[in-house]
T-cell receptor, first 114, second 115 residues
Framework: NAGVTQTPKFQVLKTGQSMTLQCAQD?????MSWYRQDPGMGLRLIHY???????DQGEVPNGYNVSRSTTEDFPLRLLSAAPSQTSVYFC?????????????FGSGTQLSVL | GENVEQHPSTLSVQEGDSAVIKCTYS??????FPWYKQELGKRPQLIID?????GEKKDQRIAVTLNKTAKHFSLHITETQPEDSAVYFC??????????????FGQGTRLTINP
């Protein structure tokens, strides 16, 4: 299994541009989520999904959209990039069961918005 | 919503000594508390977790303690080694509905083990 795969690894955007961060997992996990990591602020939840067709907001959803058309994929869209969205983004997934709560993280996307 | 505070933000210890990282949480309904380790340039990985029906859990040199009354939990690393150098994140989560969770992370602690 490849686990959780994120692309791209690095991206530079200009203010106002849009882009999609890709996330795919091959573990048949029901739950997927996006976090952003900023210095001194830990990992903050942007959006999450408990299954195909179901998404919900996390702590910091503004400026981001998500969709979950398949179990495997959970893309994160930046609608109009702003410098405040410069961050490292992690996608994570877990099994939907209540007994195994381990989150599997992707390798991250380092995004710079100029 | 849940708020998780983690201290200290940086911690430096001599190799072989113990390290303790503490977290407090605000939501008394939180019932699951994991710890993640992130080595430089790598992804976070789960190292240990504890549920609210347990007060302590150990895994070799790593232990986590939970005080539900005071709403705080701690990570203890004994006999520290250079490979323990990393950023450690605590987290707390409340089950919203079956399968749905909001896992809230602390700010992270950068642990440095000095040889």
């Amino acid at each position: 299994n490849a686990g959780v795969t994120q692309t791209p690894k690095f991206q530079v955007l200009k203010t106002g541009q849009s882009m999609t961060l890709q996330c795919a997992q091959d573990m048949n996990h029901e739950y997927m989520s996006w976090y952003r990591q900023d210095p001194g602020m830990g990992l903050r939840l942007i959006h999450y999904s408990v299954g195909a067709g179901i998404t919900d907001q996390g702590e910091v959803p503004n400026g981001y959209n998500v969709s979950r058309s398949t179990t495997e994929d959970f893309p994160l869209r930046l609608l109009s990039a702003a410098p405040s969205q410069t961050s490292v983004y992690f996608c994570a997934s877990r099994d939907g069961g209540a007994t195994n709560e381990k989150l599997f993280f992707g390798s991250g996307t380092q995004l710079s918005v100029l | 919503g849940e708020n998780v505070e983690q201290h200290p933000s940086t911690l430096s210890v001599q190799e072989g000594d113990s390290a303790v990282i503490k977290c407090t949480y605000s939501d008394s309904a939180s019932n699951y508390f994991p710890w993640y380790k992130q080595e430089l340039g790598k992804r976070p990985q789960l190292i240990i977790d504890i549920r609210s029906n347990v007060g302590e859990k150990k895994d070799q040199r790593i232990a986590v303690t939970l005080n539900k009354t005071a709403k705080h939990f701690s990570l203890h690393i004994t006999e520290t080694q250079p490979e323990d150098s990393a950023v450690y994140f605590c987290a707390a989560r409340r089950l919203i509905i079956q399968g749905a969770q909001k896992l809230v992370f602390g700010q992270g602690t950068r642990l440095t083990i000095n040889p």
